[in-house]
């Protein structure tokens, strides 16, 4: 299996993806503004977008099953299954905030072999392939060299629907607010997780996410130097809906605090 040449061919049709998005967000009306639940919103710019990059991407690969994020193509595959956000930050989107980003990575039984985010207003697509280096728009990339908490820039989310641990993610928030160089938000966990790839961000952490939020990332992150897992250190963070990526410096310190906060 080429996961280099397919790899390409992922990102060159992250960025036709790309281009349809920004050429859809100025035609988006309210009326095409659906609520999937509680805050999660979705509109028709989503499920056509996810049909492009579907049809696509049964050509690179046909026998590749899917997951996707708005259920447009569910087939298993019995080896192969491709993770789909066709645009991940739909709130940043409907509201003309210029970060939003395309995720699609391709697992082999569960481990992630390639991983594409492509960020579409800084025209940046981010990338990795199985024993590869990162790259950014064919550049490589590296994670930070931060090594203490107190001068680590992070990045987290904020819950939107779960609200189950939301006093513990405050306190942690208001720790970290404290005794960080900083935190932001962007909107869009996969553009998250390619900032602490390059080296943007030290860490990213955040609960209630899907897979299409962050199986790209991981090997990204991974082949940048990073390191992901889950608040409780292990594996389970493409389907568990949790994750800590940092450089790898940090994350022991950040995962004790992680520990102490959320148990």
């Known amino acids: 299996m080429d996961f280099e040449l397919i790899t390409k061919q992922v990102c060159e049709l992250s960025r036709e993806a790309g281009e349809f998005l920004k050429k859809e967000i100025h035609n988006i009306d309210p009326k095409d503004i659906e ?16 049909k492009m990059i579907v049809e696509k991407l049964s050509k690179i690969l046909p026998e590749a099953g899917f997951i996707t994020e708005e259920n447009t193509a569910s087939n298993k595959g019995k080896r192969f299954q491709w993770i789909i956000d066709p645009l991940d930050g739909t709130t940043n989107y409907i509201n003309s905030i210029p970060l939003y980003s395309t995720s699609i990575a391709l697992i082999d039984q569960d481990e992630v072999v390639v991983g594409v985010i492509n960020e579409v207003n ?20 590296k994670v930070t060299k931060t090594n203490t908490l107190d001068n680590a ?3 987290t989310g904020f819950p939107f629907y779960d609200y189950g641990r939301l006093n513990e993610y405050l306190e942690l928030f208001k720790y970290l607010i404290e005794n960080t160089a900083g ?23 955040e609960y209630g996410l899907s897979s299409w ?12 130097g990073g390191t992901n897992s889950d608040f409780s250190g292990g594996n389970n963070f493409i389907f568990g809906k949790e994750i800590i990526s940092t450089n790898n410096l940090i994350q022991k310190e950040f995962f004790d605090l992680l520990t102490k906060y959320f148990g």
């Open 153 to 155: 820039l992070l990045a």
């Open 183 to 205: 935190i932001r938000r962007l909107g869009s966990a996969a553009v998250d997780m390619a900032w602490v790839a390059c080296g943007r961000f030290d860490g990213f952490y």
């Open 213 to 224: 939020d962050v199986a790209a990332g991981t090997i990204i992150v991974n082949q940048a």
């Open 35 to 50: 609520e999937k639940g509680k805050h999660d919103f979705v509109t028709y710019v989503d499920k056509t977008s996810e």
């Open 122 to 141: 800084l025209n940046e697509c981010f990338y990795a392939w199985k024993n590869s280096s990162a790259f950014l728009n064919e550049s490589e990339i």
